[in-house]
């Protein structure tokens, strides 16, 4: 499987960015993908995730309501529509996907076996 994560840039606070991570490569069930980022001198935290069966979605506290994710099945592409960003959502973004993560571990990078190389995205206030 591979991720290519896409779409990061420099955007001024209240801005919006959409996020790309489109999978390659063997499907597998049971699958999710969830997008982590990293901050400078931060350690690497969960953002969103999505099971690719019914679509359940979860969100890290500190993006609720301005964070979306979504899925194509057919396109194999997850997106992460950024709303009302903020200077503190400045960090690299990471996609990440795994055939067996269960729900409980879905926030923990371990559980995930593929990662997409990051897209950088930067709120200038």
């Known amino acids: 499987v591979q991720l290519q994560a896409s779409g990061g840039g420099l955007v001024q606070a209240g801005g919006s960015l959409r996020l790309i991570c489109a999978q390659s490569g063997r499907t597998f069930t049971n699958r999710r993908t969830t997008w982590f980022r990293q901050a400078p001198g931060k350690e690497r935290e969960f953002v969103a995730s999505i099971k690719w069966s019914g679509g359940y979605t979860d969100y890290a506290e500190s993006v609720k309501g301005r964070f979306t994710i979504s899925r194509d099945n057919a396109k194999k592409t997850v997106y992460l529509q950024m709303n009302s960003l903020r200077p503190e959502d400045t960090a690299v973004y990471y996609c990440?996907?795994?055939?067996?993560?269960?729900?409980?571990?879905?926030?923990?990078?371990?559980?995930?076996?593929?990662w997409g190389q990051g897209t950088q995205v930067t709120v200038s206030s």
């Open positions: 990440a996907a795994s055939p067996s993560v269960i729900d409980s571990n879905r926030a923990s990078e371990n559980a995930y076996a593929y």
